[in-house]
Antibody, heavy 119, light 111 residues
Framework: EVQLVETGGGLVQPGRSLKLSCVASGFTFNNYWMSWTRQAPGKGLEWVASITNSGGSTYYPDSVKGRFTISRDNAQNTLYLQMNSLRSEDTATYYC????????????WGQGVMVTVSS | DVVMTQTPVSLSVSLGGQVSISCRSSQSLVHNNGNTYLSWYLQKPGQSPQLLIYKVSNRFSGISDRFSGSGSGTDFTLKISRVEPDDLGVYYCGQGTQYRTFGGGTKLELK
């Protein structure tokens, strides 16, 4: 059974940093691209970052480019999201998601972790 | 950037009825490899989203055949037949052809 478990959320002040982690199990982690997607309270879904299975390439939308960094440790089956210079508009539930190469993005989702940016 | 536009924003349905949700992209979703990476997701109340349909019309593992997807290029449709209580929630279309973007969502409620 595919499982994605996110940790690391919480309350952080504007301008500060936070790092999210996602531990994956139930599949061969280094065969899959991985992504982060977020959802602000009461709002829709927004893709945040993706990383290739090797970790050699990463992709971001303009809204987080230069502030967020996605990375992975294939030996530990763990995905990360380093978030710097946080803003109030980054307040959201962050989901770790798996991409099935050549088939579909986001075939499995974690339960999500809440990040609140507020002074 | 590819903009995904879903209509309607909300939909009321009677149990056992049928509904359609439309999703339009600002540019063609046909990838260089010939595939069209258009997916549909359902987010039930209080839950994470789940994949229903991928590559326009393929049902994900365990998804009922009451859900069907169709379309091509820039226009896509999700149909749900014989609506059940467990189908209620917010439906999102999403594209994976050029990076990733989602539609704004369609809330399905009981009439």
């Amino acid at each position: 059974e595919v499982q994605l478990v996110e940790t690391g959320g919480g309350l952080v002040q504007p301008g500060r940093s936070l790092k999210l982690s996602c531990v994956a199990s139930g599949f061969t982690f280094n065969n899959y691209w991985m992504s982060w997607t977020r959802q602000a309270p009461g709002k829709g879904l927004e893709w945040v970052a993706s990383i290739t299975n090797s970790g050699g390439s990463t992709y971001y939308p303009d809204s987080v480019k230069g502030r967020f960094t996605i990375s992975r440790d294939n030996a530990q089956n763990t995905l990360y999201l380093q978030m710097n210079s946080l803003r109030s508009e980054d307040t959201a539930t962050y989901y770790c998601t798996r991409d099935y190469p050549g088939i579909t993005p986001f075939d499995y989702w974690g339960q999500g972790v809440m990040v609140t940016v507020s002074s | 950037d590819v903009v995904m536009t879903q209509t309607p924003v909300s939909l009321s349905v009677s149990l056992g009825g049928q509904v359609s949700i439309s999703c339009r992209s600002s540019q063609s979703l046909v990838h260089n490899n010939g595939n069209t990476y258009l997916s549909w997701y359902l987010q039930k109340p209080g839950q994470s989203p789940q994949l229903l349909i991928y590559k326009v019309s393929n049902r994900f593992s365990g998804i009922s055949d009451r859900f069907s997807g169709s379309g091509s290029g820039t226009d896509f449709t999700l149909k749900i037949s014989r609506v059940e209580p467990d189908d209620l929630g917010v439906y999102y279309c999403g594209q994976g052809t050029q990076y990733r973007t989602f539609g704004g969502g369609t809330k399905l409620e009981l009439k």
